[in-house]
């Protein structure tokens, strides 16, 4: 199992912000809208350089989308930033028709996605965003896994001329992946080259699925492991190609069952090649209130989850 | 253009809409027609728009020129003939409206690259956060041109329009010009039996909001005097909010006043009486 360490740990969103910071400096077309949580999105380094480039909607988020999709039609790249919950679901009919049938340069950025926003419970934690966005047709579905490929990621869905969803999160997890990457959009990226089990998982999952590969391996199970940044497009060819291997699949990711990049990858299955698969996200349900690390081990979102699937697979396997 | 020369290019646009609506035997004539008066005075006379040896250029980024949304998507027929009659596109292409494989979709959209179109829309109360988008844009390039959008006035009960209605006044959108269309109808009957609106332009001047009237929206002088207007009054730190009053159905006595031709088609003995009463002056499609 190749080693994967850090030195730090930093929250998703401030890579998102961070990458703002480096496009402000870079792109003179890149605009940064917020509905009232500039903080929450660590849009300050933007704001303070760019003044004239950030625009302030208040809690608006159906009119933030609307005004984004407008300003792509003066050749500018909308950054339109909120929590998932209000940047999907409470504006899905916006983006429909303004962003994504209208194939506008727009890219909605969302934080606090998921479980791991903590303590404000479900009507913030949401669990159906991914589900939400990938069905739009041509809209990209970014969901990167810890600081620094949030911040790579920002940067290149600059230059991609379309509409994207970026989901981040709140909570610190370790920064293991390169400072200077290069995000390629649509590429799926191999963690650990395995042969017994083919583990694809997307945000802070990832990290996850890192230390149920040493929990495997312990027990001499040799686990591939590859980070599925972008659910759509979705690397079709990386997934084949690792199940050629290994003959089974776990899915996870911090998304509830139905919909999410788990119904992507057993849709390339079915298609393919069918071989077991085993999903590690949340039963159908909503979220609560709780510490992150209390609500991952409750609805079955940690190392150990992945790894009573990895064995149930391989199980089924033969 | 003279307001005579405009009132011909209206009462063309007014035989294309109930021929389109017909042609299809679906869509929405009622407040397309009472809206001509505006997309004529807007398309031939006050807006400044990219031309080449006389005809129409289109360019979806629309730098240094007007600009116009559609936010009630609905009312199609009298953009598309507008359009067409103005040379964005072959007037023959009206004949294609709402059947397969046709650029003229239902309602407008992007999707099929119609030239004139720049957003979707159709599901009411976009079009002017599009607008304020697209006006910001401009502020942001440094190019003086304007924007307008058109709404219902059913479509003022969207919640979204009142986030753009705070949203223009408070960050000086002073490039825009939006206009109500108030035909006093809506698919379900009077708008003031089915959600009453109350006084909107009271509503719009509390928001912050520049509102002027005009009462005779189906008189072309008084449309383009009102234009004049509007456009006088931008660039003093406010949008602009024109109340134009309108009828629906206007043009065609039977179709004039009444929800009832919001969105059916006329049968054939109808489209003979409606043709009866409108000029053809630029040569039918």
């Known amino acids: 199992m190749k080693k994967y360490t850090f030195t730090e740990k930093k929250d998703t969103r401030s890579g998102f912000g961070a990458g703002m910071h480096v496009l402000g400096q870079q792109n003179e077309n890149v605009v940064a809208l917020c509905a009232d949580l500039v903080g929450s999105l660590k849009l300050e380094a933007f704001i303070k350089e760019n003044p004239d480039r950030f625009i302030q909607c208040g809690i608006s988020e159906a009119n933030m989308i609307g005004v984004s999709a407008g300003l792509t039609i003066g050749g500018k790249i909308p950054f339109a930033t909120t929590f998932a919950n209000f940047a999907t679901g409470r504006v899905y009919d916006q983006i429909r028709q303004s962003v994504a049938y209208s194939n506008k340069n727009v890219k909605i950025c969302a934080s606090h996605a998921g479980l791991t926003l903590g303590e404000d419970g479900a009507t913030h934690q949401i669990l159906e965003d991914l589900g939400m966005m990938k069905m739009l047709p041509g809209m990209t579905v970014i969901n990167p896994c810890d600081y620094n490929q949030t911040k790579a990621a920002t940067i290149a869905i600059a230059d991609y001329e379309g509409p994207v969803y970026l989901r981040f999160g709140r909570p610190v997890i370790p920064v293991f992946t390169d400072a200077d990457q290069k995000f390629e959009i649509g590429k799926a990226w191999m963690v650990n080259e395995g042969t017994d089990v083919s583990i694809f998982a997307t945000g802070h999952m990832v990290w996850e699925a890192i230390q149920a590969g040493e929990l495997l391996e312990a027990e001499g199970i040799n686990a591939e492991i590859i980070n599925i940044h972008t659910i759509k497009p979705l690397d079709e060819e990386a997934i084949l190609k690792s199940v050629e291997k290994t003959g089974c699949v776990v899915t996870t990711e911090e998304h509830n069952r139905i919909g999410g990049l788990g119904d992507s990858v057993a849709q390339v299955l079915v298609k393919n090649k069918l071989v077991p698969q085993e999903y590690v996200a949340v039963n159908d349900s909503f979220g609560e209130s709780g510490t992150p690390t209390q609500l991952m081990e409750k609805y079955g979102l940690t190392a150990k989850h992945i790894v009573e699937a990895a064995k149930r697979a391989i199980e089924r396997k033969a | 253009m003279e307001v005579e020369q405009l009132e011909k290019v209206a009462s063309q646009v007014r035989r294309d809409i109930v021929r389109m609506v017909h042609g299809c035997q679906s869509g929405h004539p009622g407040g397309s027609l009472g809206c001509t008066e505006l997309l004529v005075a807007l398309y031939f006379e006050r807006m400044q728009l990219k031309e080449q040896d006389g005809k129409p250029v289109f360019d979806m980024n629309g730098k240094d020129e007007d600009l116009f949304f559609l936010s009630n998507g609905h009312i199609s027929p009298v953009w598309y003939s507008t359009l067409a009659r103005k040379g964005y596109f072959p007037v023959e292409e009206m004949a294609t409206f709402r059947k397969l494989d046709s650029r003229l979709q239902g309602h407008p959209t992007t ?174 499609y």
Do not use: C
């Open chain 2, 111 to 284: 999707h099929e690259h119609l030239e004139g179109i720049r957003i979707a829309s159709g599901s009411l109360g976009q079009g002017m956060s599009v607008a304020i988008g697209a006006a910001l844009a401009k502020k942001l390039n440094n190019d003086k041109g304007h924007v307008y959008v058109l709404m219902g006035d059913g479509e003022q009960q969207e919640g979204q329009v009142w986030e753009a209605a705070t949203f223009a006044p408070h960050h000086q959108v002073d490039n825009l010009v939006a206009f109500i269309d108030l035909n006093g109808q809506q698919i379900d009957g009077p708008t003031v039996k089915v959600m009453n609106n109350r006084d909107l332009g009271k509503k719009y001047e509390a928001f912050g909001w520049e509102v002027i009237s005009i009462e005779e929206g189906n008189d072309m002088a008084a449309v383009l005097k009102g234009l004049y207007e509007a456009k006088s009054r931008l660039g003093h730190g406010r949008p602009i909010m024109v109340l134009l009053h309108t009828g629906m159905g206007f043009g065609v006595d039977f179709m004039m006043g009444s929800h009832k031709w919001h969105g059916v088609a006329p049968n054939d003995e109808q489209l003979a009486a409606a043709l009866g009463q409108l000029e053809e002056t630029m040569g039918d």
